[in-house]
């Protein structure tokens, strides 16, 4: 059964509301190897880089207006 995992992902810039930037995505759960294991995320911190990004810095993606998804 795959279960979709859900992310946030930064969809565009809001200087003035950084957070505003992020999108709720969900996605296909990864396939594992065989010799690997899962964990269960249950919370993940969001760090200046990750504030930076939303103000464009260092993403020449963001900063044109296009979206680069991972």
């Not at 995505?25 to 995320?41: G, I």
């Not at 911190?45 to 990004?53: E, F, K, R, S, Y």
Request: net charge positive.
């Amino acid at each position: 059964m795959v279960k979709p995992v859900r992310r946030y992902a930064t969809a565009r810039l809001d200087r003035d509301q950084l957070l505003n930037g992020l999108e709720l995505e969900e996605r296909p759960e990864p396939a594992v190897a065989a010799d690997w294991t899962t964990v269960t995320v249950k919370a993940a911190p969001l760090n200046h880089h990750d504030l930076w990004t939303l103000e464009g810095v260092g993403n020449r993606h963001l900063a044109s207006g296009t979206r680069r998804v991972s």
